[in-house]
């Protein structure tokens, strides 16, 4: 298993990325809430019902779990999961970004929509030129 072309690279690196996030947001999901701008409050002063701290817990199990599944797409090459991410990480910038406009989430969450539209873009380009190149 290894990474055989400049796509394969930007799928790794995201997925290393998502993997370490999802396992930060594991051990201590403060940590997620505060990187994304959200208010970071104690949990002994969270009131009953209040599932933050489960909601990050569990969206941190998914970054974790999807990091897993880019970085063995990318050592195993699957270039057609590749193609797929394009599409839906660029739907996610617009869902995240528009949770910004609409001033439901933090600006600091924006970052998370860039980050997605960078690597569909990023990941877009490589393939298109590869695929000029045949």
């Known amino acids: ?16 990325l998502a993997f370490l996030l999802g396992l930060a947001g594991l051990i201590r999901p403060e940590i997620l809430l505060s990187i994304l701008g959200f208010e970071v409050i104690e949990r002994t002063q969270r009131a ?7 909601f990050i817990t569990t969206s941190s199990m998914a970054s974790f779990n999807i990091g897993i599944y880019y970085m063995l797409a990318a050592l195993n090459d699957v270039k057609i999961f590749y193609r797929w991410t394009v599409p839906f990480r660029t739907m ?19 970052g998370v929509g860039i980050w997605e539209l960078v690597g569909a873009i990023s990941t877009g380009i490589v393939l298109y030129t590869a695929n000029q190149k045949k």
């Open 48 to 54: 009953a019902g209040d599932y933050t701290i489960v």
């Open 1 to 16: 298993m290894k990474i055989h072309n400049a796509a394969g690279w930007t799928i790794f690196i995201f997925g290393i």
């Open 92 to 110: 996610t910038f617009l869902v995240f970004t528009t949770l910004v406009i609409v001033g439901l989430a933090p600006q600091k969450f924006l």
